[in-house]
């Protein structure tokens, strides 16, 4: 035997130890580390983001059962025609590319066969030399010698590049046409089939063009080799690709990040899908709102907004919104509104309010809204009213309702600020991380800085009758439950916190600071507090109903100041529109009163028992035990303070006096829109009438029709019908003598 066939004896001994005993064996490649990505789904599994693998590439695997079989045909006609000839090297392919390189003087085709493409992608091959092709080569054996096709086509399917860091054919399959690899269409299939050969120079994205060459190219390819007729390559020819846009897989932003930092601070390994509580549906919608009203606000310096909707009743997150545009860095997008830091203005208010009535306080108590002087850590502060007025003695559901700082700032010296914070670490509040001392008084008034998230939260209490309730985000991760048994914490008694909850619905009571028409008389039940922090920097909108609890936030992440936007003008009209989009099917339902809540007549002026002599009463809720004893001993004249009707003027009063009747609302030109969005039980408007003389009744014409007629209050509804309309208003005394008034024109718009 010569050298030379001893050094060939040995060369091929060699590389077949080196395949048999050096390479991996065949359960080795069969269980190769799987590229998979974390799949982000709402509530209802649709997917929210698919986020990069620990190989920085989108992948989910995919069995060859569950690939299109015009996916499989496509792919060797384009990168293998005789995939099932050889064995891991195809002799002919390599000479045509020497051939066709040599003709052009450049490398325009490869001769790798499909099990080379996939053991380049296995040993994630950096370099197209001789020396990587080798152990390309080699690899690409091995394959051959351990697996079956099917086996080798099925890796490759799963290992291929596909553009955008996407791996395998599943992914891509979601990522360009939002559908598996199973339900691919002879057309799809060549569109796919046609990127592996050159990811970047037939990236769909940025060069649509190359790959519909690229995709005819392959359909021709296959009617060449009979696999499609005719009549199928000229329909596959022209029908269209409709490719997903690259923003559309990239849904919710804020919240997939908000999910990718809980894994990794819980140190969650190896992930592959994440179901959350969200709903992509409400959530698209409420990030449209909120985006047409910050638009609506560009004038006066508004660039942003943020929202988080619960569920009520489970505290399951179902939209969150981070900012009106992540994607855009002139407003700073992709900085996240629901969990920045942000002072909250008055709505810490409530709070303050709830532990006072803790402590002998009632809704009827009078604080005095007069100027104060207090001593802080950070010297003498003089707190002032937002509409810059002193309003004397104020009962506290007024002062509340109304959000007058004054009366907030002397409970909270009454209690002391330590008591406050106390309670705010108790919901959640980890942001208020400093002493009672830094903050002072003005932590009522919101000069600690907290999240969205965290004081929508805290609102939780007042809608569970005191009880705190951490929020549920994530139901899954792949096959185990999030749903950590979460306890409530008693925080206030039931009756506190219903009160709170009353005031934060009164809408008659915040009119004197709101009006009767502000943005957050909404025509259902509806708690709610607006805040605004110094400098109008911030301004928040947060409440519930029986059903959800909603957190807004506006203002500007560079901490610029908006043009005199407050909570009731900024925030509290995208308030609004959610709460009636959310509403839009349903209505919310007033929540029972407690048992230990009882109601009693009082002297609006007093705060005491309503007496006979008293001109202003009112009904007010009481925690049992708490209500007044004394009858107001502030109105005890025979003669009212007010003027009285002298009832020996039997008389209708003539043109001179017709001011001592007048419609008070609605005002005369006044223009009304029907919502499009609000049901039509809802679109009506209430009448209201001012006079000072005691009225036994007041009939309302619209248009010279009567609609109804009514004792005191004297108020009325009337559903809203298009065109211009007439009210008018009669009134007559208990000696029957008739009162008119002006009559006011008003307009409705469709």
Not at 292 to 319: C, G, H, K, P, Q
Not at 362 to 371: G, R, S, V
Not at 498 to 508: A, E, G, Q, R, V
Not at 686 to 698: A, D, G, K, M, R
């Amino acid at each position: 035997m010569t050298g030379h066939k001893i050094l060939l004896i040995s060369l091929i001994l060699s590389l077949f130890a080196i395949i048999t005993f050096v390479l991996p064996t065949r359960r080795q490649i069969l269980q190769y580390n799987k590229m998979t990505s974390i799949r982000i789904l709402d509530r209802n599994n649709t997917i929210l983001r698919e986020v990069l693998s620990n190989q920085d590439a989108t992948s989910r695997y995919c069995t060859i059962d569950k690939i299109s079989p015009w996916l499989v045909k496509a792919t060797i006609v384009s990168e293998d025609k005789r995939f099932f000839l050889h064995k891991g090297i195809d002799p002919f392919a390599i000479l045509r590319s020497v051939v066709q390189n040599l003709l052009h003087g450049r490398i325009v085709s490869g001769g790798s066969t499909i099990s080379q493409q996939l053991a380049r992608n296995l040993i994630n091959s950096p370099s197209r030399n001789l020396a990587y092709k080798l152990i390309e080569t080699f690899v690409a054996l091995n394959l051959e010698l351990k697996l079956s096709k099917k086996e080798i086509l099925e890796l490759y399917f799963n290992y291929a590049p596909y553009g955008n860091q996407t791996y395998g054919v599943e992914a891509a399959s979601y990522l360009y046409l939002r559908k598996p690899a199973c339900d691919l269409s002879t057309t799809e299939a060549a569109f796919l089939a046609g990127i592996p050969q050159a990811p970047s120079f037939y990236n769909p994205y940025r060069h649509p063009n190359r790959i519909k060459n690229r995709q005819e190219k392959i359909l021709i390819s296959l009617l060449k080799y009979g696999i499609i007729d005719s009549n199928e390559c000229q329909s596959g020819l022209e029908q269209p690709i409709f490719l997903i846009p690259k923003e559309s897989n990239f849904l919710a932003p804020h919240f997939c990040e908000h999910v990718l930092v809980y894994l990794n601070e819980n140190k969650q390994q190896d992930v592959s899908t994440v179901k959350t509580t969200l709903n992509i549906h409400l959530q698209k919608e409420i990030e449209c709102i909120l985006k047409n009203n910050i638009d609506r606000l560009s004038n006066a310096n508004v660039t942003n907004a943020a929202a988080i909707v619960f569920d009520n009743r489970t505290m399951e997150v179902l939209a969150y919104v981070g900012s009106v545009d992540f994607f855009n860095p002139l407003i700073e997008g992709e900085v996240d509104g629901v969990r920045a830091l942000r002072q909250p203005g008055s709505a810490l208010k409530p709070f303050t309010y709830a532990l006072a009535l803790e402590n002998n306080c009632t809704a009827a108590t009078l604080i005095p809204d007069e100027p104060i002087f207090e001593n802080t850590f950070g010297g003498d502060y003089m707190p002032r009213n937002y509409d810059e007025k002193y309003h004397g003695m104020v009962r506290l559901r007024t002062a509340l309702a109304c959000s007058y700082n004054i009366p907030a700032v002397r409970v909270c010296s009454d209690l002391g600020p330590e008591m406050l914070l106390d309670r705010c670490l108790q919901l959640g509040f980890r942001s208020l991380n400093k002493s009672a001392v830094y903050y002072g008084l003005g932590l009522t008034l919101g000069n600690g800085e907290v999240t969205l998230k965290e004081i929508t939260r805290a609102y939780s209490v007042f809608a569970h009758y005191g009880r705190f309730l951490t929020e549920q985000e994530l139901f899954n991760i792949d096959t185990t439950d999030i749903g950590v048994r979460r306890k409530p914490m008693k925080i206030f008694e039931p009756e506190v916190a219903y009160l709170i909850m009353d005031i934060l619905s009164d809408n008659n009571a915040r009119s004197p600071a709101f009006g009767l028409y502000s943005p957050l008389n909404l025509p259902f039940f509806c708690a709610v507090k607006t805040g605004t922090s110094k400098d109008f920097k911030d301004n928040w909108c947060i409440g519930f109903t029986d059903k959800y609890l909603l957190g807004i936030w506006v203002g500007n992440f560079d901490g610029s100041t908006m043009h005199h936007v407050s909570g009731i003008t900024g925030a509290g009209p995208i308030f609004r529109d959610i709460m009636l989009l959310l509403h839009r099917t349903t209505a919310s339902i007033k929540y029972p009163k407690p048992g230990n809540i009882i109601v009693s007549a009082i002297c609006t002026e007093s705060g005491e028992l309503a007496g006979p002599h008293c001109n202003n009463t009112m009904t007010e809720m009481f925690i049992r035990g708490t209500e007044p004893n004394l009858i107001c001993h502030h109105h005890t004249s025979d003669e009212p303070l007010r003027s009285q009707f002298h009832k020996s003027e039997g008389r209708r009063f003539d043109q001179s006096i017709q001011e001592d009747i007048v419609i008070s609302f609605p005002g005369d030109g006044d223009i009304f829109k029907i919502d499009p969005i609000l049901r039509n039980e809802y679109q009506v408007l209430t009448f209201h009438v001012h006079t000072s003389y005691p009225l036994e009744q007041i009939s309302w014409f619209v248009d010279d029709s009567l609609i109804g007629t009514v004792s005191k209050p004297y108020k009325i509804t009337w559903r809203l019908l298009p065109g211009k309309h007439r009210i008018s208003a009669c009134g007559v005394t208990e000696d029957n003598v008739m009162l008119d008034c002006q009559p006011v024109s008003i307009l409705v718009l469709e």
